[in-house]
Structure formats: structure tokens, C-alpha cells
């Protein structure tokens, strides 16, 4: 199984194959154009298209597992803390203690962010959407630290990934306090990451705040849930943007960007407004399953499919289980739960979602944690960002140091062929 070929035109070429540690192989195309004279293969989404060798995160779609570094994504929501897994999966191992001790004291140290900050977060109006005011933050941070990181230098790198892990909650915390009108405060150093990021977010600046375990619990396996997830969308823009040896910030500020989207992270708030929009309509389950189902009618069912996952999604197993808990914990009654769990009960035993492999994702039920916690709808996806970061780092930073060569795909053009200019008179 080492060897693949193509044939076009009476000729074959031979390809190598390559594999992973799970068994899984592609077959390496790096010489098809230039032995076949102009010849390339053409995958529309990269549905079939694997861009790179990575050994941070392993997803097998079809039976529905998900490990970081090795790791099963259940056991990590489980037992882990997020800080813990930032380091494990950016740093490849799972910390000792003092190793997590001193990252944690690192970040500490480095979670201000520059007075003038606040002038940039100024100039948004309050109506901004949060995502667009973390991209540009997070990119703005490039100007108060201008210095690029060499790659060659393991201390450089691990200043460089301290910072942002340290500044980055500052930022989202900062969108919320804009959004809601309260004064912009930094982080305590007595609390833990996850606490600390929480009480950023909801501290009154007239109020000692109270920390909730089962918000921070909540959060904490959220967090980790959306760390990584291998080359979607957000995490190939980083990865595509720093191919150009772009910075660190400016990578991932681009990845914020990708996340946005309602077809990849900005789902989460998609799901609810669509779970709102069926509560005010009747609470009418299977007239949303027809409109999805039905080809002339745009509407899709929010958070359900995916590109991988032709099984259910594991994280949405455990995000599922933790709704019915946190909402329970906080005596939170939300009618919008028993709506998305009949839609997905519908969906489940349906031809069309049977046939097509759809199940719930991710952004199915987190929406419905996130506002028991007291989260703004159009924060929920800045909540993925945070949960994401530690992913687009360790991917960032394996990027630069396996010396990926710059991104840049090739096209079939389907244009006008040559034309003489017409001068303006003559058109
Ligand atoms: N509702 C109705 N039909 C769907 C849905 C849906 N949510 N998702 C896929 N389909 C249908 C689609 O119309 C197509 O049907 P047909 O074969 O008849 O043309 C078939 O299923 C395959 O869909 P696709 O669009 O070719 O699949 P994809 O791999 O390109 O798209 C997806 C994956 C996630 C973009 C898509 O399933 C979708 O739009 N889901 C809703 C948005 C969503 O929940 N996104 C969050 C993804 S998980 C978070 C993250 O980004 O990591």
C-alpha cells in the first residue's frame, strides 16, 4: 500500500502514499503537475484534500472519536482543566505540576494589555458585534508588540504563545463589558484561569463577585470541548496566513475572522435564534424539519451536519449531557432545551438526515449553556474563539516549525479567453 496512480491521457504516473499513526493514508500528489506537464487534481472545499501531516489531533469522523494529543476528548472534559489542555495541546504532553504552575504564573504576568487599547475598543459602537471586535483587537495587539517571533528560538515561541493566552480572554472579556456598558477591569492573579476569565466577563464594578463552580465547571468543559478540532475552516486560515510567515496575532486574528461564520463557529448563536424563531412560531418541530429538507428553501437546520462527522459529533454527546446538568444545577428552566431535543429526536429517524449522515455538532445545545450562564447570544461564538485558541496556536506553531512552504492552491479557470482591449468609445 505505498504506491497510487492516475492515469489521463495513456499515461500513468505513480504517486507514493502516505500514512498516519491511525491507519489513515493519502496519496502524495506533490509531483503530479510537473511530471504530467500542467496537470492538477481538483477538490472543491478540499473535501478529499489532506494539507498537511499533524500530530496534534486525531478525529475519526465515521466513529465519532476524538483525541487531542492521544488524549479522548471525554476523558479530558472530564478530568481536566483548560489550562491543562492549552499546554498539552500546544506543547504536545500534559504538564507536570511545576510545568503548569510556571505557565500559569507566565500568563499572569503577562495579562495586561496597553492602556491605548482601550482608545481602539473606543472608536466600535456598542451595537458592534463581538467577533469583529475581537479580530481586530487581537490584530490591533500586533502594533504594542511588534516584534516578530523567531521560530528558530524556543523561548521567543514560548514568550510569544504566553502572551496571547494571557491577553486573548482580556480582549473577549473586554467585547462583553463594552457590549453590556461596564467599565473595561483586568483579570485577578488569585484566581485560576478558568475563574479568572469569568469573573473578567461578569464582575459589577460595585459588587465583590461571587465564584460559581458550576459556571466555572461549565465553562471549563466547554472550553476544552472546542480546543481543536484539526484543519476546519478557522484553523486552516491560521495556519494558511502564518504559510506566509504572517505573525502569530495576525494569524489568529484571521482565524477569529473564519470562526465568525454561521457555517463553521458563529452556528452556536445561529442555533438559538433558529430555537427562538421556532418557539415564537408555535414550537412546530417538524414544519423547521420540512423547510430544511426542502431544496428551494434556504433554511438549514442549525447545528446539525458536518464535514467529519458522519456519526454523532462526540463533543455534542457531552455538551448534550452537561445542558441537562448546568441548567438543572442553576435551576434554570429553559423551554428551548425540550425544543432542540425534539427536533433532534425528529431528525434522528428521518430518512433525509438518516441517509445524508446528519447528526447534532457542537453548536447544537452549548447555546443553550452559554445562556444559562448568562452569556449574551452574540458572545457565543467569541466563547468558541476563547475555547479554540489554544488549537490555533499549537497548529500555528507546528505550521512554522515543520517549515510548511506558503499556501496556495491552483484553479481550473473558467474565464474569457484572450481578447483585444477596446478602447472606451468602441465598447
Ligand atoms: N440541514 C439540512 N440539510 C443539510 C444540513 C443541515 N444542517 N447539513 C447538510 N445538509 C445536506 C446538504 O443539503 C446536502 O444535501 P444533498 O446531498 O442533497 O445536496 C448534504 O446534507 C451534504 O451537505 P454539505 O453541505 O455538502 O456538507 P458539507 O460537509 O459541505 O457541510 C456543514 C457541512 C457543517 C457546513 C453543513 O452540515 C451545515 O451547513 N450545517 C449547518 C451549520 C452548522 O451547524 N455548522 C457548524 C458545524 S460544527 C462547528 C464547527 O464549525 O466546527
Redesign the pocket.
Known amino acids: 500500500m505505498d504506491k497510487a496512480s492516475i492515469s489521463f491521457n495513456n499515461k500513468t504516473y505513480e504517486f507514493p502514499v502516505v500514512s498516519g499513526t491511525e491507519n489513515e493514508y493519502g496519496i502524495d500528489i506533490s509531483s503530479l503537475r510537473k511530471d504530467s506537464g500542467g496537470l492538477i487534481t481538483f477538490d472543491r472545499?478540499f473535501?478529499n484534500t489532506g494539507s498537511c501531516k499533524s500530530s496534534i489531533t486525531f478525529l475519526d469522523g465515521e466513529n465519532s472519536i476524538l483525541r487531542y494529543r492521544g488524549y479522548s476528548i471525554e476523558d479530558l472534559a472530564d478530568k481536566a482543566s483548560f489550562l491543562e489542555v492549552t499546554y498539552l495541546l500546544i506543547f504536545g504532553e500534559l504538564p507536570t505540576k511545576d510545568q503548569l504552575d510556571k505557565f500559569h504564573a507566565d500568563i499572569k504576568d503577562e495579562s495586561h494589555v496597553d492602556e491605548e487599547m482601550k482608545k481602539i475598543l473606543d472608536g466600535f459602537p456598542r451595537s458592534a458585534h463581538p467577533m469583529g471586535v475581537v479580530s481586530s483587537l487581537t490584530s490591533a495587539l500586533i502594533a504594542f508588540n511588534p516584534s516578530s517571533v523567531n521560530i528558530e528560538s524556543d523561548e521567543d515561541m514560548y514568550n510569544a504563545i504566553v502572551k496571547l493566552v494571557a491577553k486573548f480572554p482580556v480582549l473577549c472579556s473586554w467585547a462583553l463589558r463594552k457590549k453590556l456598558g461596564r467599565p473595561l477591569d483586568y483579570g485577578d492573579d488569585n484566581l485560576d484561569f478558568v475563574e479568572n476569565i469569568v469573573k473578567m466577563m461578569f464582575k459589577k464594578p460595585n459588587q465583590e463577585y461571587k465564584i460559581n463552580p458550576i459556571v466555572v465547571n461549565a465553562l471549563n468543559k466547554l472550553l476544552i470541548l472546542h480546543a481543536d478540532?484539526e484543519q476546519?475552516?478557522?484553523t486552516s486560515t491560521v495556519r494558511i496566513v502564518g504559510s506566509s510567515h504572517a505573525g502569530l496575532f495576525a494569524s489568529i486574528s484571521a482565524g477569529v475572522s473564519a470562526?465568525w461564520g454561521?457555517?463553521?463557529?458563529?452556528?452556536?448563536q445561529?442555533?438559538i435564534e433558529m430555537l427562538e424563531g421556532i418557539k415564537k412560531d408555535g414550537g412546530d418541530t417538524k414544519k423547521y424539519l420540512e423547510k430544511?429538507?426542502d431544496?428551494d428553501d434556504p433554511?438549514?437546520?442549525?447545528?446539525?451536519?458536518?464535514?467529519?462527522y458522519k456519526n454523532y459529533?462526540p463533543r455534542a454527546k457531552v455538551i448534550k449531557r452537561s445542558a441537562d446538568e448546568v441548567l438543572n444545577d442553576l435551576g434554570v428552566k429553559d423551554e428551548v432545551l425540550d425544543i432542540a431535543k425534539g427536533l433532534e429526536e425528529e431528525a434522528l429517524k428521518d430518512d433525509?438526515?438518516v441517509q445524508?449522515k446528519?447528526y447534532p455538532?457542537?453548536?447544537?445545545y452549548s447555546g443553550i449553556i452559554y445562556r444559562a450562564l448568562g452569556i449574551p447570544v452574540d458572545m457565543f461564538t467569541v466563547m468558541?474563539a476563547l475555547g479554540r485558541l489554544p488549537g490555533w496556536i499549537a497548529q500555528w506553531r507546528e505550521m512554522r516549525q515543520t517549515k510548511e512552504p506558503i499556501g496556495r492552491p491552483r484553479q481550473i479557470y473558467t474565464g474569457e479567453n484572450h481578447r483585444e482591449f477596446k478602447s472606451i468609445n468602441n465598447r
Open positions: 472545499g473535501k478540532h476546519n475552516c478557522s470562526l454561521p457555517l463553521h463557529g458563529g452556528a452556536n445561529a442555533v430544511a429538507k431544496k433554511f438549514r437546520l442549525m447545528g446539525f451536519g458536518h464535514r467529519v459529533d433525509y438526515f445524508r446528519l455538532n457542537v453548536d447544537f468558541f
